[in-house]
């Protein structure tokens, strides 16, 4: 029908564009010429002043002695022009009167045709041809999604085996319902995949999509939201119209928090869009009439502020967590990451896993993404692990900064504040080894010190946390003790930010105070009905507390940095060396270096013996191990 309407559209203007073309080609020299009298025409006739004449029905056009064109009515009867002006030796042209009686009711009939296009061009804007039409604001803008091409299956997901279970049970009974009906069991109305950004929730919706062979709809929060009131609400309608009418199929509406947040929370009363959107949304999924074959799937990284009408079963009656992956799960992401990418023999996806922990899906394919630009920047025709190491640690800490101009008290005073963090983390007990150290300017930082665990770590100690504001305080004690404390820059900022944050959450939240006991003083400020309670439940006397232990911590960690740089002041010093002559040390290069022993690089870097004669000239003295940890870089 809405195709049928465009033709028609076409079809008048087409027919506009012929009239315009014969009214301005073949009538111009019409328009153009004189009028005169019949009698004045016949007259010249007879005096032999007309040499040729087009008669167009009743009208006369002909040519004068003077060369100009003239036109005359010929009247009805009387004596017969065409015999008279063969007898006067004129030329005569005749129009056929077809052409003008198809002319004439087409004029005629022109603005009528016009009317009745537009009419049917509007209306097609208005209902069917349009969504964003003019009266298209309330139809809903879910995408029907048919990827012919770039078909995403739950081949293609890695790393979260416990959610693609969830939703490959979904897919099955779409596919085979009499397997789970015959017990009793019904198919789930709605699954809300929740999860942190970038850990591929979407991409598995997709996949859902890609396994279900079923219509999939899909949506963004945001889409429902218009600046009219109630538009919301009717899309809603319209989508479920449409997925009523494809049923069995699967919508998917990301970003659900956008439209789904809690009612009478914040300004807004009952007529605000978003809510009578949401209770047009609990209505469809779950009210009077039941939408049966229809699954909802949608996903947030935000459910503590949904309403809780939207999570009761019923409506979301399973939700799928789609957390961070571990070890295990960042190899398989990788291998999934990797397929279309040529690999050199040297590169173990187990090592590139262990070494980016807390990386989501997203992360691990930005990973591999910088490796292969890497590998191609150099002309290699794979990619090897040296490009992954350098895509690390551009992803972790930050595009080198080499054109960034330093003099050389910056760079021997960043050397020993570096020097500082790692010598510090190396003697506290239970932190992460350090991965790897450099004074070339990264990101926002003039150089830092990265530590990265053994395996993924699922809870973290006090002693933990107390060798974490030690080695952050390092630093700082080392420019004190280097330089004097006349001379210490601003640049342990960061540092005091982390140790701040870190001591702050031991006392206010983690209960490790036994003055202040298990309370949480953090989060008080918001009522356990939920919304905020107007300001803090503690007394100025605990807030007094509260900020000398945190205070007090800090200062032991100061003071613990302070007595393991001065008690391993040749190892620090020998760590700085390197620094200034290698600029970037990795953690089994530090533990040569602190140790006195020479690097043996192969690269056109290496220094010649003399440089490390020096470095290895300071007396050794063996460092201490350290177990794992979580990842915690260390910036200046």
């Known amino acids: 029908m809405g195709n049928a309407r465009s033709l028609a559209v076409w079809v008048v203007l087409l027919l506009l564009v012929l009239t315009l073309f014969n009214l301005f080609s073949g009538g111009q020299s019409s328009l153009n010429a004189r009028s005169v009298s019949y009698s004045d025409f016949i007259a010249q006739v007879d005096a032999g002043e007309v040499s040729s004449v087009t008669l167009d029905g009743e009208r006369v056009v002909f040519r004068g002695g003077d060369g100009q064109d003239y036109t005359t009515v010929r009247p009805d009867g009387g004596d017969s022009l065409t015999d008279r002006l063969i007898a006067n030796d004129v030329t005569v042209n005749a129009k056929p009167q077809e052409q ?29 041809g349009g969504r964003g039409g003019a009266m298209g604001f309330g139809k809903s803008k879910a995408k029907l999604l048919t990827e012919k091409h770039g078909r995403v299956t739950f081949d293609d997901v890695a790393g979260i085996d416990e959610a693609k279970d969830d939703l490959e049970e979904i897919v099955e009974f779409l596919r085979n319902p009499q397997k789970f009906s015959r017990l009793g069991g019904k198919i ?22 890609g396994e279900a062979g079923v219509p999939f709809f899909t949506i963004s929060g945001s889409d429902f939201v218009e600046m009219f009131v109630g ?10 119209e449409q997925a009523k009418k ?23 009363g009952g007529n ?46 399973r939700q799928v967590q789609v957390p961070n992956p571990d070890i295990k799960g960042r190899e398989k992401i990788l291998g999934v990451h990797a397929r279309k990418v040529p690999l050199g023999p040297n590169v173990d996806l187990r090592i590139i896993a262990r070494g980016t922990p807390g990386f989501s899906g997203a992360d691990l394919a930005n990973l591999v993404n910088e490796a292969a630009l890497m590998a191609a920047r150099v002309g290699r ?18 595009a080198e900064r080499r054109s960034m101009v330093m003099t050389e008290d910056e760079k021997k005073l960043t050397a020993y504040h570096e020097a500082g963090h790692a010598i510090v983390g190396l003697n506290v007990p239970e932190h992460d080894p350090v991965h790897k150290a450099t004074i070339i300017p990264r990101g926002r930082a003039l150089g830092l010190v990265l530590s990265l665990p053994e395996r993924d770590q699922l809870s973290v100690s006090y002693t933990k946390y107390t060798s974490k504001i030690a080695m952050a305080m390092g630093g700082r004690v080392a420019e004190e003790l280097k330089f004097g404390k006349d001379k210490v820059t601003s640049g342990a900022a ?70 393991i740089l001065t008690e391993k002041k040749e190892e620090w010093e020998r760590l700085a060396q390197g620094l200034l002559e290698y600029e970037t040390l990795t953690g089994p290069e530090i533990l040569k270096v602190v140790n006195g022993e020479p690097l043996n690089r192969d690269d056109d870097d290496t220094p010649d013996e003399g440089n490390r004669s020096s470095i290895a000239s300071i007396p050794k003295t063996k460092p201490k191990a350290k177990p794992e940890g979580d990842l915690e870089p260390e910036p200046t």
């Open 100 to 128: 003008s009686g198809f002319t004439t009711i087409l004029m005629t009939f022109l603005p009528f045709l016009l009317l009745i296009g537009v009419w049917i061009y509007f209306m097609n804007r208005m209902q069917g």
């Open 381 to 398: 025709r794979f990619v090897v692990m040296d490009d992954f190491e350098n895509a690390k640690d551009k992803v972790m800490m930050g």
């Open 188 to 209: 789930p109305k709605g699954a809300l995949l929740v999860g942190p950004p970038g850990t591929g929730k979407t991409l598995l919706a997709r996949a859902v999509a």
């Open 231 to 240: 538009v919301g609400a009717s899309r809603v309608r319209d989508m479920f």
């Open 272 to 317: 605000d869009e978003r809510e009578q959107t949401l209770n047009q949304l609990l209505v469809e999924m779950d009210g009077f009439e039941a939408n049966e074959g229809i699954i909802i799937v949608a996903a947030t990284n935000r459910p503590d502020v949904l309403d809780p009408a939207l999570l009761r079963p019923g409506r979301f009656d």
């Open 494 to 563: 960061s540092d005091i930010q982390q140790v701040t944050k870190i001591a702050r959450a031991l006392v206010t939240q983690f209960g490790f105070d036994p003055e202040l006991g298990f309370v949480d003083y953090a989060n008080e400020q918001q009522s356990y009905l939920g919304g905020y309670s107007g300001g803090p439940s503690h007394s100025a006397a605990t807030q007094r507390v509260i900020d000398e232990k945190v205070k007090a911590l800090i200062d032991e960690g100061y003071e613990t940095a302070k007595r």
């Open 246 to 268: 494809n049923a069995p199929c699967i919508v998917f509406i990301d970003e659900i928090d956008a439209v789904g947040r809690s009612r009478g929370v914040g300004y807004g």
